[in-house]
T-cell receptor, first 112, second 115 residues
Framework: DAKTTQPPSMDCAEGRAANLPCNHS???????VYWYRQIHSQGPQYIIH???NNETNEMASLIITEDRKSSTLILPHATLRDTAVYYC?????????????FGKGTLLTVNP | GAVVSQHPSWVICKSGTSVKIECRSL??????MFWYRQFPKQSLMLMAT?????????EQGVEKDKFLINHASLTLSTLTVTSAHPEDSSFYIC???????????FGDGTRLSIL
């Protein structure tokens, strides 16, 4: 898996958009970018993934730069329940049967 | 709803006891499951890959005789911490991938405390 770099922590006001950056400058052409989050004392929760194009689902949007060296996870309207550690992972095989390597992630704190 | 079930969610036991943790895929078959360990304020560390019908693959530094893994069926993997000691106290999490490009699904974890 390509190494990813994320800021250790970020703050966001409730109701505002949270933009979480991830650097993956050594990503290979067939590696996907996956985002998971972990709320305290729970297992990680899948958020979104992508290869080249921007992606959106009911939880978030994923913006991948054209050179694929970085990406941004966007939570459009953060709530207090979005407070969690967010992990960006670059991996082969779409994260299916391939083991995931978790970095330190970004602790997002959503403030009232 | 949850697609991977982990049991028990927490356990407290005495030093020297063996503890079994179950990981079940609820609505799909998983020939591979992963076991992670997480110490307080640290990230998840992969311990081993559980393979249905064959031996588990352990990450470097993980004692296979201490952490016994059995992938009994296509929906069940178990992790047994043998002769547990206080340093084995941790948060243990399993995951199971679906096929293709689907993401992995994680259990809710098991908090193990050894007294």
């Amino acid at each position: 898996d390509a190494k990813t770099t994320q800021p250790p922590s970020m703050d966001c006001a409730e109701g505002r958009a949270a933009n979480l950056p991830c650097n993956h400058s050594t990503i290979s052409g067939n590696e996907y970018v996956y985002w998971y989050r972990q709320i305290h004392s729970q297992g990680p929760q899948y958020i979104i993934h992508g290869l080249k194009n921007n992606e959106t689902n009911e939880m978030a949007s994923l913006i991948i730069t054209e050179d694929r060296k970085s990406s941004t996870l966007i939570l459009p309207h953060a709530t207090l329940r979005d407070t969690a550690v967010y992990y960006c992972i670059a991996t082969y095989s779409g994260g299916s049967n391939y083991k995931l390597t978790f970095g330190k992630g970004t602790l997002l704190t959503v403030n009232p | 709803g949850a697609v991977v079930s982990q049991h028990p969610s927490w356990v407290i036991c005495k030093s020297g006891t063996s503890v079994k943790i179950e990981c079940r895929s609820l609505d799909f078959q998983a020939t591979t499951m992963f076991w992670y360990r997480q110490f307080p304020k640290q990230s998840l560390m992969l311990m081993a890959t559980s393979n249905e019908g064959s031996k588990a693959t352990y990450e470097q530094g993980v004692e296979k005789d201490k952490f016994l893994i059995n992938h009994a069926s296509l929906t069940l993997s178990t992790l047994t911490v043998t002769s547990a000691h206080p340093e084995d106290s941790s948060f243990y999490i399993c995951s199971a991938p679906r096929t293709g490009l689907q993401p992995q699904h994680f259990g809710d974890g098991t908090r193990l405390s050894i007294l």
